[in-house]
C-alpha cells in the first residue's frame, strides 16, 4: 500500500512538473510573438551634413557635387535585435536623384543600440537650371536636398527570421555649403515616413 502510494505520489509529481514546464514554454513562445508582434520601428536621424563641393559647370548643365552625411540609426526595442539584409541611400536634388549609395553597417543591431553610418555622395548630374534658378543657385548658403533611406531588416523569432516590412524613409534636409571648410550649422534633422509600408 505504501509503495503504490509512493508510485502515484511520483507519477503526480512528475506530471506536474512537465505541466508546469509546458505552460512556461507556452508563455515564453506567447512573450516573444507579442514582443515581435508590437515591434517598435527604427529611429533615423541625419547628425552632420555638409556640401563640400556644389556647383554649376559647363554652361550650367552640369551639377558637381560632393555631400557628407552622418546618418544614425536607433535601436528602441528592449529586448529584440535587428538583423540587417540591405541599408540603402539615395540623395535628391530639384526631384533628380544625384546616386544611391549602399552604407556599410554590422549585420546586427542589439537592442537599445545606436549605430552611425557615414555617406559620402560625390559625382556629377546634368541639370537644366533657367536663369533665375542659376542665379539663385550661386547665391544660396545652403540647399534642399532629400535623404530617401532603403532598409530592410529581419529579427529572430525561435528558429524563423521574421521579415519586416518597411515604409518609405525620407530626409529633408537643409545642408550649408562649407567648399572644403569644417561643417557648421547644419541642424540635426529627424527623418519621417512618408508612406504605408512596402
Known amino acids: 500500500m505504501g509503495m503504490c502510494t509512493f508510485c502515484c505520489c511520483s507519477i503526480i509529481l512528475v506530471a506536474l512538473v512537465f505541466a508546469l514546464g509546458i505552460t512556461g514554454f507556452v ?11 508590437h515591434l517598435k520601428r527604427i529611429n533615423y536621424q541625419v547628425t552632420d551634413a555638409s556640401l563640400l563641393q556644389f556647383n554649376v559647370t559647363n554652361n550650367n548643365t552640369t ?17 529584440i535585435g535587428l538583423h540587417f539584409d540591405r541599408i540603402e541611400a539615395s ?15 554590422s549585420s546586427y543591431l542589439g537592442h537599445k543600440k545606436t549605430v552611425l553610418l557615414p555617406a559620402l555622395f560625390k559625382g556629377q548630374r546634368q541639370v537644366a537650371l533657367r536663369a ?13 536636398i532629400m535623404l530617401n533611406l532603403d532598409v530592410k531588416y529581419w529579427v529572430k523569432f525561435l528558429a524563423s527570421k521574421v521579415k519586416i516590412k518597411q515604409p518609405h524613409i525620407a530626409c529633408s534636409l537643409k545642408v550649408p ?3 572644403g571648410k569644417p561643417a557648421e550649422g547644419f541642424k540635426v534633422t529627424q527623418c519621417k515616413v512618408q508612406s504605408s509600408d512596402k
Open 27 to 37: 508563455s515564453w513562445i506567447i512573450a516573444g510573438f507579442v514582443r515581435v508582434s
Open 63 to 79: 551639377l558637381e557635387y560632393n555631400l557628407a552625411l552622418n546618418i544614425t540609426l536607433q535601436n528602441p526595442n528592449d529586448k
Open 91 to 105: 540623395a535628391i536634388f530639384m526631384k533628380q536623384t544625384l546616386n544611391n549609395v549602399s552604407l556599410s553597417s
Open 132 to 144: 533665375d534658378e542659376v542665379s539663385n543657385f550661386k547665391n544660396a548658403g545652403d540647399f534642399d
Open 177 to 179: 555649403l562649407n567648399n
